[in-house]
């Protein structure tokens, strides 16, 4: 194993990098939309800059992944990755699902009420 990667290094194996299953999905997402060439990691790094320094000095690291979630939808919105319709219908049915999931299961689409 390479020690390299700090996600995989032994002075960093008690760490985990999210806190949230939702944060790593949004990490994954990010990663995924670069690697088919949709931004270049210098327009992502540009566009989480500039929501992170939009919070001003008194931000906490807590909402490091919610700054990484408005980045998100701002780029694919610039990009026309996707329309912004499309995305608000998408969220709406998260939250739907969400609020209909019982606390501690996992949430899905299925869950969401509108969708049946």
């Not at 944060?23 to 997402?29: M, V």
């Not at 780029?75 to 606390?103: C, F, S």
């Amino acid at each position: 194993m390479s020690h390299d990667n700090p996600f995989t290094s032994k002075d960093h194996e008690d760490e985990h990098p999210f806190n949230e299953p939702w944060q790593a999905h949004a990490f994954a997402i990010v990663v995924k939309l670069h690697e088919q060439e949709m931004f270049t990691w210098n327009e992502w790094a540009e566009t989480l800059g500039k929501f992170i320094a939009d919070a001003g000095p008194d931000d906490t690291a807590d909402n490091y992944y919610h700054h990484w979630m408005a980045a998100l939808e701002a780029i694919v919105y610039a990009k026309n990755i996707t329309r912004a319709g499309e995305l608000m219908q998408r969220r709406d049915q998260w939250d739907r699902a969400a609020r209909a999931t019982p606390h501690g299961q996992p949430i899905t689409l299925e869950a969401d009420p509108l969708s049946q």
